[in-house]
């Protein structure tokens, strides 16, 4: 049997250094914590120290923010008055002074024939403006053409039907309707796209074509009418354009998620162009209602907004609005009772911080809530 050697007992030197390393202090750790404020977990294990470096940045932190908070409320908001104030004035601004006149060209207004459209051309008529007019339904559009022409004599007024929900219509009507109408009507000085539908309901619940359709008829046939009729303006130095968004422009809109994003759309691309063609001596505004009294609701489709009073507007009121938001050359106006005051409340609301307040208060507004 092999004798196994025994392990010789520990020095007394060895046991001497092994006691004076676990009396040493233990060396300070500053571990980061994984969450998002790391200083508590240094504080608690760098000492007071760290303590003491903590509180004196706080205190220096707190005139910084102080200053940041008086820039921020204050001194850029005057900045940004100011420069406004000069970018607007008319020698730097061609659109400020170039009034667009009757004697300028004529006023082309899609979906005329009905509610705010209607009443817009009604308005411009009154401000004596040759008119051309379209809308879907034929027989009724002929018979709002005679009406105009009845109550404004002075007036031209030429209707033409046309479907703009169809793809390329922009390039029908302007390369094929166009070229038919009375001279008179080729110098478009105002161009008003306010033909528009909104197909209610949860997006999975309405039919893909309608969808389509709408995109059609509120952006793609608006983009294509700009394009062309803008360069008879850019021509001429002077004109103006109107699209009619909502109020549903500034917030996004469930239940009616697709006609919501297509007034965002009109909104977003009227402020853009307003302020390229700022020189130009032309303008493009949207306006914005929010629920106005036309046949654009169905009945069984009415919402919750449009019963309250306060918030349903008439469209003669609202077009005025418009037209006026036009004529002062804003890039977008919100109409509505009280001058707008309380779909302006509405749209604040409705852009709160909270995601699914802002959703869940659109939805109450448009619609009971419903879930899908
Ligand atoms: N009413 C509101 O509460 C409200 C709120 C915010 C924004 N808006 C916007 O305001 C605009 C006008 O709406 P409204 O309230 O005055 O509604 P409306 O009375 O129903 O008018 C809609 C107009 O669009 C025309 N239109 C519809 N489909 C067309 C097509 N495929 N081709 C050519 N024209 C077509 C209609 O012509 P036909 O009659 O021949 O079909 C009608 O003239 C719309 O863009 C709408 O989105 C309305």
Redesign the pocket.
Known sequence: MLAVPSKPPPSKQYLNQLRLHKAAPAPIQVAVSSGTVPWPDLVVQAGPAVSALYVIALLLSAPIYLVYYLLDKFIFPIFLYAFEAIARTPCLNATAHSEVLPGDGCAFI????????KEIALDLANRGFDLVIT???EE??EEVQREIAAKYPQIKVKYFA????APDAATHVYEEIFPLLPDWCQDVSILVN?????YYGAFVNVPTKKLQMMVQ??NNTPVGLMSYFLEGMMARKRGMVLN?G?IQSFDPGPAEATYGATKAFLLSISRAMHYELRSTGISVTAAC????Q????KPDEEPLGAKIPCLLQQ?APCAAQCVEGMFARKPYVVTGNVGGLFNRFLVTVGQMNSEDFGCWFVNTLWRLPKKV
């Open positions: 899609t979906g005329a024939d009905s509610g705010i459209g809308s879907h339904n009724h559009g046309a479907d703009l929900a306010d033909a528009g539908v909104g008829l509120n009619l909502s209602p929010g629920f106005t036309t046949s654009f609701w469209a």
